[in-house]
């Protein structure tokens, strides 16, 4: 029987292996270092695998994922890249790119790029209630109200996960994805 500190290192391993081999998916054949926003665009793909949506978040049952991104997106074609041909639980994942005052109606994961820091608390007021996984990498987002932060430290890409935005949106995060991220509440200061 595996103890729970053994468990815990294996999913840290996967995880790091699917950071991984995304990361050189996307860099393909060209012996080139996986960028930053690649390897992040790996972590937002892998979230749509750990994260539960409420049945009614989806207009049919073959309806697909839709990640969005609004503001200056970062990601170049990397989540594109990433997510053709992919399917999540037999649904298909579709990439939109939104600008602010855009309707974010019918989105499953929106990251939330920098170039909307201003806009912040209105984008996540506009959102409350709904079961939209908000994922970004500004300093501060999880406490400010955002479910996934992805944060640089040392070189390696941390997450910090907001649980009690994402159970009031009507969305569940799987425990092992919980037990690998820092878990931050509203309204606390993020070192």
């Known amino acids: ?24 998916a ?3 054949s060209t012996g080139v270092e996986a960028t930053e926003y690649q390897i992040k665009a790996t972590y937002v793909y ?20 839709v990640i969005s991104i609004i503001g200056e997106d970062p990601f170049g074609s990397a989540l594109d890249d ?3 041909g992919e399917l999540v639980r037999n ?6 790119r939104f600008h602010a005052g855009d309707d974010l109606a019918n989105c ?8 909307e820091k201003e806009h912040l608390p209105q984008l996540l007021e506009q959102l409350k209630g709904r079961p939209v996984l ?6 501060g987002f999880a406490g400010q109200g955002g479910m996934l932060n992805l944060l640089v430290v040392r070189k390696t890409v941390k997450m910090e996960i907001n649980q009690e935005a994402a159970a009031d949106a009507g969305l569940q995060i799987s425990v092992k994805l919980l037990k690998l991220a820092r878990l931050v509440k509203a ?3 993020e070192p």
């Open 1 to 24: 029987m595996k103890t729970l500190a053994t468990f815990r290192v294996g999913w840290l391993l996967a995880l790091a292996c699917l950071s991984l081999a995304g990361a050189r």
């Open 108 to 115: 499953h994961v929106l990251f939330i790029c920098r170039s």
């Open 91 to 96: 649904r298909q994942l579709v990439i939109k």
């Open 134 to 139: 908000t994922v970004s990498d500004m300093d």
């Open 26 to 28: 996307v860099a393909g």
């Open 187 to 189: 309204g606390a200061s």
């Open 46 to 65: 892998n979230f749509t695998k750990f994260a539960d949506w409420p049945a009614g978040a989806f207009a049919s049952s073959n309806a697909p994922i």
């Open 82 to 84: 990433i997510v053709r």
